[in-house]
């Protein structure tokens, strides 16, 4: 935590020395690249999709990466420090940043949560927490529509000569995603409903249960934070053999351990239920890959679920 700390007040420093530098730069005439930084690969792919050759993109949670533990490096902040453009999700996903983002303010830096853009209306409370929201909200392509819109605007604030190309872009991946629920919905309709069970690792999926009608279970809750006590793994596992569930699911950025010991649990009770598969949660694959994209991701996983399901 002394680290975490000390690295916060690093940049924030480095902040503070770049505002008293006077106001923000114009966007320069001879189209420089603007830098953007992002957290999570979802929100980095939008952009590139979004911003095109003008922005070059990164994002500090690569593959495997689990954002509600994640702690920043020195090299994470470096690459904060000299962003032109940050974008997180917000909604406390990326809880040990929040200083980080905090410190931010009053820089010369477009910062966005971008999650935040979504009305509190459409968003799901954690059970048990009133006022605190489920971030996993890029597991409903149209909700995730409404947030790339504003990493759109987000771009196009920072590049305003640019603002009628990046609509354009927006429009087109937004086309992009309302193509994928249809073929999500599609894909889904092979299930009866009564076999749409989905249990996972970690609470990430009520978005797209909601969105789909799955009823979701996690062994964990809404953050990887929180852990699961044998007790709860019991209960799962007696869901599990009287509900007839066939299959549950690892987590790709997450450990198989408590997956497999609710899959031994079962077994004790007499129900066998199978491991179907690994899932994109709360980071995308490998860049190269057909899961490094949020549409390739998203295809992934419904096809992983609704194979093992059936």
Not at 85 to 94: D, N
Not at 110 to 137: C, F, N, Y
Not at 156 to 182: C, H, M, V
Request: charge should be negative; proline fraction near 5%.
């Amino acid at each position: 935590m002394r680290e975490f700390l000390a690295l916060a007040k690093f940049l924030a420093g480095g902040l503070m020395l770049l505002a008293a530098c006077g106001p923000p730069a114009p966007p320069s005439e001879d189209h420089r690249t603007i830098k953007v930084t992002t957290t999570i690969g979802m929100i980095a792919d939008a952009a590139r999709n979004i911003g095109g050759p003008t922005f070059e993109v990164v994002e500090l949670m690569g593959p495997g990466i689990d954002p509600h533990l994640y702690r920043p490096t020195a090299g994470d902040l470096a690459r904060i420090e000299g962003a032109d453009v940050v974008l997180h999700l917000g909604l406390e996903l990326e809880g040990r940043m929040g200083q980080v983002f905090e410190s931010l303010k009053g820089s010369r830096k477009t910062v966005r949560a971008v999650g935040e853009s979504i009305p509190k209306e459409k968003l799901l409370e954690v059970q048990g927490v009133p006022g605190k929201h489920d971030p996993h909200v890029w597991f409903d392509p149209q909700l995730w529509s409404i947030v790339v819109a504003d990493i759109a605007r987000a771009l196009a604030d920072r590049a305003p000569e640019q603002k009628s190309e990046i609509e354009r872009r927006l429009a087109d991946y937004q086309a992009d995603l309302a193509a994928l629920d249809g073929e999500v919905r599609r894909t889904v309709a092979q299930l009866h409903l009564e076999a749409r069970v989905l249990v996972t690792a970690h609470d990430a999926f009520h978005y797209f249960g909601k969105a789909y009608g799955f009823e979701v279970l996690g062994i964990q809750g809404v953050s990887t934070a929180a852990e699961a006590s044998p007790s709860d793994i019991r209960r799962l596992a007696r869901f599990l053999a009287d509900r007839k569930v066939k299959a549950v699911f690892v987590e790709t950025s997450l450990s198989p351990g408590t997956v497999k010991a609710l899959q031994e649990s079962a077994s004790s009770l007499g129900w066998k239920v199978v491991i179907g598969g690994s899932l994109f949660s709360d980071a995308m694959g490998d860049k190269g890959t057909p899961e490094g994209t949020y549409v390739g991701m998203v295809r992934h996983n419904v096809n992983t679920i609704v194979g093992a399901l059936q």
